[in-house]
């Protein structure tokens, strides 16, 4: 493996590193609000992993880049409608 799938790859680690220690680090907080913002964190997880999945798919698995730009938009996807979802349940936990 060439130095730049290696560098990308510690980069991917270390996203999904810092998306695990920003779950650990929430605040602890109740009821709709805590699980709006674990389901968002949940998502920023998702992100995170989406790069990761790229690279590996590309560079150790040697997947087309077609195929693995579609899997990686769609983890992607996936991701934002977790970070939404999370903003919409803590959105809902505010309303007075």
């Known amino acids: 493996m060439d130095a730049l799938p290696i560098i990308s790859l510690t980069l991917d680690v270390l996203l999904i590193a810092a998306a695990v220690i ?3 680090a929430r605040p602890r907080i109740g009821g709709a609000l805590a699980k709006g913002l674990r389901i968002l964190l949940v998502g920023v997880m998702i992100l995170g992993l989406a ?4 690279t590996i798919l590309f560079a150790v698995l040697q997947l087309s880049q077609e195929a693995n730009e579609v899997i990686h938009r769609l983890l992607v996807g996936v991701g934002f409608i977790f970070v939404i979802w999370g903003f919409l349940k803590m959105r809902e936990a505010l309303k007075w």
Do not use: M, R
């Open 22 to 24: 920003a779950y650990l």
């Open 51 to 54: 790069h990761f999945v790229e």
